[in-house]
Structure formats: structure tokens, C-alpha cells
């Protein structure tokens, strides 16, 4: 088997493929929801053949999207240059656990992706947090169903949000700042931007514990946590393949889907 995992978040979009024993490759792109089927080929194209592989040699598609309106374009990626048809997360697909909120179709591909991947590596009650374009709090209990949990802006998005509605204050890149007390405008804003999210995480895992009542194992994974590594004792695990791991493990259990 030769699996092309298709992760796409708001922000960036990751290609990822796996060999049947390990992931042997993976890509990141601006997620652009316009970008046509034949303009992801050209770049995937180029990419595997770095790599010394060929789209021809994919005989499998997952794709876990947030951004409907590329899905389409995905959809015809795999169809026209893989000739799989591909398996879309959220569309019939057997996820395998059980979704315990008010609305289930209202849970994400990407948080329950995340539940799955870490349920399979991580024993017991997990909270996993996920920074990216938004940063999500989701609560999986020991047997692997997905029960909820909390959705803030991304750090990037409140730093963005705090340029341009203040008109004095810069852009400035995020960034681990050296003191809390920041001595000028720009360090001022990183320390109150970056302490202030560690807050806000350490504060969410504080009184998701207290709520859920029982122990829970804390894995930080997405697009920025890199960020928050070493700056947090709060959480336990670091772990940046848990999407794909639970896009492998989905591709796993729904076994009919094919070459067309």
C-alpha cells in the first residue's frame, strides 16, 4: 500500500504519504481553497520526484478537511491523477468511535481525526490539545469516544486581531519573549500574546480536569505547539503525527475503498 494522507486545516494543508510500515514523506502547503486539482498535481508531482517517488505509485487517498470548498478540488486530485477514488472524512466513512455531544455531525474531521490517533497510542482518558488556526481542548475518555470540549482562537489569529484594531500597534512575529514585562511596545505585545495563552491553556486543562473528575494523560499536538514546547509543564506529551496516525488508523478500518 502506498497512502497519500491529505490533512487540510485553514491555514496550511499537509500531504503526507505512507509505505504500507512507516511514513516515508510529508509536505506542507498554504491552504488556498481555489487551488485546482491539476495545480495540486504540478506541486505534488514536483515534490514526489524529489522524493524519488511518482504519483502513479499512490494506490490510495484519505482526506480529513475543514475547508469544504476545497474538497472538491481534492476529490479530483485523487480521481483524475491517482485513479483512486478517495476516502473523505465525514462522508459514510466507519470512524469506529463513539461521538458523545448534543449534535455529533457538529464535531470536526480534524478534532475527531486527533481523537483516534491518540486513543490508538495513549492509554486512558486523554485531553489533546491542538494549536492552529484555532486552538481546540478535546476530551477523549478511556474507551476512545470523543465527549467535547473547548475551541479558542489560535494565537495567531488574537495577534492578528490586535494589530488591526489597534491602530498604534505593529504586526509583530510571535515568539517566546525573554521577560513577562515587556520594556517597549513589540515585546510588550509578544509577552502578552504568548504568557497569555500559556495561561489560557494551563487555565482550560486546570478546569477541564477539575470537571472531568478522573486522570487524564494531556498531548499537545497542530501547526504552532512547537511554540509552547518547554514552556508549559501542563502538558504531558508533545506528539505532532496524531492526525496522520488517526487518518492511517481510519484508512485502516474502512478496508472498501479502492482503485476506481
Not at 106 to 124: K, M
Request: aromatic fraction near 6%; hydrophobic fraction near 45%.
Amino acid at each position: 500500500m502506498m497512502l497519500l494522507a491529505i490533512e487540510q486545516g485553514n491555514t496550511n494543508t499537509l500531504f503526507a504519504v505512507h509505505d504500507g510500515e512507516t511514513w516515508i514523506a510529508q509536505w506542507r502547503a498554504a491552504t488556498e481553497a481555489t487551488r485546482t486539482a491539476d495545480e495540486y498535481a504540478v506541486w505534488l508531482s514536483q515534490l514526489l520526484s524529489m522524493a524519488g517517488l511518482a504519483l502513479g505509485a499512490l494506490d490510495g487517498c484519505i482526506i480529513s478537511s475543514v475547508v469544504p470548498q476545497s474538497i472538491f478540488n481534492l476529490r479530483n486530485l485523487s480521481r483524475r491523477y491517482l485513479h483512486v477514488e478517495p476516502m473523505v472524512i465525514g462522508e459514510n466513512v466507519d470512524l469506529g468511535i463513539e461521538i458523545r455531544i448534543q449534535k455529533p455531525s457538529e464535531a470536526g474531521a480534524d478534532r475527531l481525526v486527533n481523537a483516534i490517533g491518540a486513543h490508538i497510542t495513549y492509554p486512558g482518558a486523554l485531553l489533546i490539545i491542538d494549536s492552529g488556526t484555532a486552538t481546540t481542548f478535546d476530551v477523549v475518555a478511556a474507551d476512545g469516544a470523543f465527549e467535547g470540549g473547548a475551541i479558542a482562537p489560535g494565537i495567531n489569529l488574537s495577534m492578528q486581531a490586535l494589530h488591526n484594531a489597534a491602530a498604534r500597534l505593529p504586526r509583530v512575529a510571535i515568539q517566546k519573549p525573554q521577560a513577562v514585562i515587556g520594556t517597549d511596545t513589540v515585546s510588550a505585545m509578544q509577552s502578552g500574546v504568548f504568557w497569555g495563552y500559556i495561561s489560557l491553556i494551563e487555565g482550560l486543562i486546570r478546569r477541564i480536569k477539575d470537571e472531568f473528575g478522573k486522570p487524564m494523560t494531556v498531548i499537545g499536538t497542530g501547526g504552532v505547539a512547537s511554540l509552547f514546547e518547554n514552556a508549559t509543564t501542563a502538558i504531558d506529551r508533545w506528539d505532532h503525527d496524531l492526525t496522520i496516525l488517526g487518518m492511517l488508523e481510519i484508512y485502516r478500518r474502512n478496508p472498501h475503498f479502492g482503485k476506481q
